[in-house]
């Protein structure tokens, strides 16, 4: 898990790069012959009034440059077809609630033509026909498109039968379920609906609805790509998680280009101490590099993306507890000292065939988390200090009530065999070492465990306010996030013919391959039009 960062936005039709010692010079480009630049070359550049130029130039040891990632170059360009194909097997979530029609539509032309749009919306009735047809609108022009609401009756039902009903509530005073409410939640819904009508797309992608600026969408749905490009563990699933390059806020009538979101500030935090307590806690010594580090810059990233396969793997949070809770929950299945607790509990066998007592997908794969610090500024709606701490109080929940197991004193642990690299689970361990070894070494975790929760409930203290006690959430303990099973944990055949057959609020444009039997659907003008036919 490293920090990239984008160099160039638009870095030309992908140059080849061929390495120079530790640089990589473009082939065949002009600036060729600096390879052969030795220091006494750079010396002649400066004169002696330069010596701040020197300094500068004495501190970039690219041995030092955090971006450098095990087995990617420390510089690289992607081509443009490789970007375009990623791109094109990609659906990107937007979910949104309330947002005007104008912003949405904003976000939805920043996102590169091949990525098919998802939007899940929230938003009252009313709004979302709005939203449906500005949508409809933007995709005139063979866009292929879905939209629903989280209020569908149908996609709820087929959610209740078909393997997640955890997901479906009554409606208030009504009769009929709906799909929870929640940012979380509509994101599970997308990537259902994608995962259940367009099979093949191979990535999904998550964009806010309320982002301003759609260069910096562009940006975020090419950085994703580029991700997934640049994985250096080719087959392993990945994540790739964004961080911007500022979250400005206007104070006195000024941009202020602040780095760091208010809850990211304090989620990143804590999740970094959750890593060195494993790390801590770690007697392979496999995670030494994450102690007291702050190797976490992405604890809140709401603009993610996965590969399928992972997306439907993970057990997910409830509303703006999902992106911190990637983090427990990973750290959890595939620290190495817990791959053999997480391998003890799959075996034990739970509710669903296929998963463990816990709901989870067991013997999770490797997965690589890819950070990426991308480069136009993050403008979106301003939220209050109250939701900015339900925020990150809702990340603090994550932590303090989900204990990766190697912390916890629940879950019964064999000490591991020593691991080569950080991360990739372990087979179950065949518990070769005596009992008052395992005791000690599940006492010392459990303290470990213990002492951060009691850290996070200082923090809590520390940061209360008076209007905390009417809402009742920060006053003692964090919130404890609701947890759902993995999506595919859903009977995807089922839920497809439920919601194709009973769909309320479902559109599909410009989706030849997949006919509504009733209204929604527009006619697909692709084919027609284009003589080819969208990827699915
Ligand atoms: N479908 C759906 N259902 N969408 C929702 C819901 C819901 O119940 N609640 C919120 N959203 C949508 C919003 O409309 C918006 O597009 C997006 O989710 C993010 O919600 P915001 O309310 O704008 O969140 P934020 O800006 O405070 O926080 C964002 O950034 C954080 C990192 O700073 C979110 O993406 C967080 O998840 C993220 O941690
Ligand atoms: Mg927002």
């Not at 690219?62 to 690289?76: M, N, R």
Request: charged share 20%; net charge negative.
């Amino acid at each position: 898990m490293h920090l990239i960062e984008v160099l160039e936005l638009d870095a030309g039709s992908g140059i080849p790069l061929e390495t120079v010692g530790s640089a990589y010079t473009p082939q065949g480009s002009e600036q060729g012959d600096e390879s052969s630049l030795d220091d006494s070359d750079y010396d002649d550049l400066f004169s002696d009034e330069d010596e701040d130029m020197r300094d500068l130039e004495s501190d970039t040891d690219p041995e030092d440059d955090e971006s450098v990632l095990d087995g990617v170059p420390p510089e690289v360009t992607i081509p443009q077809a490789q970007l375009d194909s990623i791109l094109g097997q990609m659906a990107v979530i937007v979910p949104c609630k309330g947002e005007d029609p104008n912003t949405i539509e904003g976000v939805l032309s920043g996102i590169p033509r091949g990525c098919l749009i998802v939007l899940v919306s929230n938003s009252e009735g009313r709004a979302y026909r709005k939203e449906v047809m500005m949508l409809r609108k933007f995709c005139r022009h063979a866009r292929p498109a879905l939209a629903i609401h989280q209020s569908d009756a149908a996609a709820a039902a087929a959610f209740n039968m078909y393997g997640l009903p955890d997901l479906v509530t009554h409606v208030a005073g009504g009769s009929h379920k709906r799909i929870r409410n929640g940012k979380g939640e509509g994101m599970m819904l997308g990537i259902a609906l994608v995962a259940a009508l367009c099979p093949q797309r191979r990535y999904v992608a998550f964009v806010d609805a309320d982002i301003t600026v759609p260069g910096a969408v562009n940006e975020y749905c090419r950085a994703f790509a580029a991700g997934f490009a640049l994985n250096p563990n080719p087959g392993t699933e990945t994540m790739v998680r964004l961080r911007w390059a500022s979250k400005p806020k206007v104070r006195n009538g000024e941009i202020d280009y602040t780095c760091e979101g208010r809850s990211s500030q304090v989620v990143n935090r804590w999740l970094n101490k959750l890593l060195s307590a494993m790390a801590d806690a770690d007697p392979t010594g496999s995670l030494a590099a994450a102690r007291d580090s702050e190797i976490i810059v992405t604890g809140n990233a709401g603009e993610h993306a996965m590969t399928m396969d992972l997306a439907l793997s993970l057990r997910l949070a409830n509303g703006y507890a999902i992106e911190p809770f990637h983090f427990v929950e990973l750290l959890d299945q595939l620290a190495p000292q817990n791959a053999a607790g997480g391998a003890a509990a799959a075996a034990a066998g739970g509710a669903h065939a296929g998963y463990n007592a816990s709901g989870r997908v067991p013997n999770l794969q490797p997965v690589t988390i890819m950070q990426i610090r991308t480069r136009n500024p993050h403008f979106h709606r301003v939220t209050d200090d109250s939701h900015v701490r339900s925020m990150w109080a809702s990340g603090l929940g994550s932590i303090y009530h989900h204990l990766p197991a190697s912390l916890n004193s629940s879950t019964t642990q064999t000490p591991p065999q020593p691991q080569p690299q950080s991360l990739p689970p372990s087979p179950p361990s065949s518990s070769s070492s005596s009992s008052s070894s395992l005791t000690a070494f599940s006492s010392k975790s459990f303290a470990r465990g213990e002492k951060l929760r009691g850290d996070i409930l200082d923090f809590l203290a520390d940061n209360h306010e008076e209007n905390d006690n009417s809402k009742g959430e920060l006053v003692h303990e964090p919130p404890r996030p609701r947890i759902y099973p993995p999506v595919r944990q859903l009977d995807l055949d089922g839920f497809r013919e439920m919601v194709r057959s009973e769909h309320k609020t479902l559109y599909c444009l410009n989706l030849p391959h997949f006919k509504l039997p009733r209204p929604n659907t527009i006619a697909p003008v692709y084919h027609h039009q284009y003589g080819v036919t969208p990827p699915l």
